[in-house]
DNA sequence: GCGGAATTTTCGCCTAGATTCGATCCGACA
DNA sequence: TGTCGGATCGAATCTAGGCGAAAATTCCGC
């Protein structure tokens, strides 16, 4: 069983602009219809989890014929693997960016953009990354497997974020860091169970108040 | 379809103990029986989600042939709903009689022992917790529907602990009750996608350190 | 031991879902 | 207008899994 992407036939010359771009930004006609199909996989493997997924389903949200779905992947599986990796760089590549426009702020600061960009792109960005978040912990082993690399490389991320605000005082000495990251993500990760995507402004709101409790917690001064 | 549980045929005189007891103790012999194919459900659902379970899966873990299932439940989903009911009920539960055992103590460790107790039926007590605080935001709507009230029952419970901490002033005025909740038991409940079961003692410590960032925050004094 | 009830197995039915594949449809291009 | 190849359809195949029911087996009180 395959799990590659599939080979794309001819395409364009070689000056082209590479097919799928990082950025995700379809390109060629048909890759629009591929990127339908993943967008709609995505947004059902978020609702109702992977094996409780059919292709039909997929393929009507994609408004097209289940069997065409095998002109673009070679398996189910094989579409899952792309939307898990779709939804980690996403994320990833956001909070990066988000924070590299920041400049020069303090750490506090950069962590709260990490968190309130976590959260958009949890919230309100792509179902990609709620379907990872959301789908990976139930997936077997061989599936997870692959992803695992990227995941332990977010996580890194995020600790060293953690790391120097603690080296420059900003965070307390006697924290821990990875069980920090872990109780910080948690909380952010598990809004995908919850939050009802009716009202997009909240995400910045929620992302504040999520900052004021890590920080400051709860306890009178 | 029907869900309900199937009726079990004669069974002791009237003055039995009431087969299943609200505690989960197997009784009657057959009791054990379903009792045994219920818990292999629940690690199964925990571990792979709901639909990625087979029945035969299920029998195979608990040393039965898939066919003998139908003699304790009238359907698949039958097991899942009883699955999710002693869940929630069990951590309930177990909360409440902590709580109730502690006596007459601060909020603060009111709180703590809640996050203590919480945290330990999730990773240590039982699948069933685990399995339904995981799979439960997957579950076709029908399914959600049924046991909606007893979480809310759950949640606010919570809510009235951190309202009482508030209202004795060992919670800031300006906290938000309901965010509040909401962040604490998401970090809590996704303990479950990382938290390897090979070292019961950490739970404990786990659940001081929650209680720790909760309460005092990670900034600087 | 016996008889009937409780349990469990055996054996498949039957549907749904993944995958396959040849037939078609359509737009670009000569 | 005819041809070509990419894109899609639709029917067929194959298999796994939920479900059921009769047959086989175990239990137990008398």
Redesign the pocket.
């Known amino acids: 069983?395959p799990i590659r992407r599939k080979i794309r036939?001819?395409s364009a010359s070689e000056d082209d602009i590479g097919a799928t771009a990082t950025n995700g930004t379809p390109v060629?006609?048909?890759e629009k219809?591929r990127d339908t199909i993943l967008e709609a996989a995505a947004k059902l493997f978020r609702q109702q989890g992977y094996s409780a997924?059919?292709?039909?389903q997929i393929a009507g949200m994609a408004?097209?014929?289940?069997?065409?779905i095998?002109?673009?992947f070679?398996?189910?599986?094989a579409i899952l693997d792309e939307v898990l990796d779709r939804g980690l760089h996403g994320i990833f590549e956001a909070v990066k960016a988000a924070l590299k426009r920041a400049g020069d702020v303090s750490h506090r600061r950069r962590i709260g953009l990490a968190i309130e960009t976590h959260l958009a792109g949890l919230l309100e960005a792509s179902d990609f990354t709620s379907a990872n978040i959301r789908i990976y912990g139930q997936l077997p082993e061989h599936l997870k497997k692959r992803h695992r690399p990227l995941r332990r490389a977010y996580a890194k991320y995020w600790d060293r974020l953690f790391l120097d605000a603690r080296r420059a005082g900003e965070i307390r000495a006697d924290i821990e860091i990875v069980p920090l990251r872990i109780f910080v993500l948690g909380s952010l990760n598990w809004t995908v169970e919850w939050f009802s995507f009716s009202r997009k402004e909240d995400v910045r709101k929620l992302a504040r108040r999520t900052e004021l409790l890590i920080f400051d917690g709860v306890a009178r001064r």
């Open positions: 069983m036939k001819s060629s006609k048909s219809s997924t059919t292709l039909r408004k097209i014929k289940a069997g065409s095998y002109y673009y070679d398996s189910k599986e």
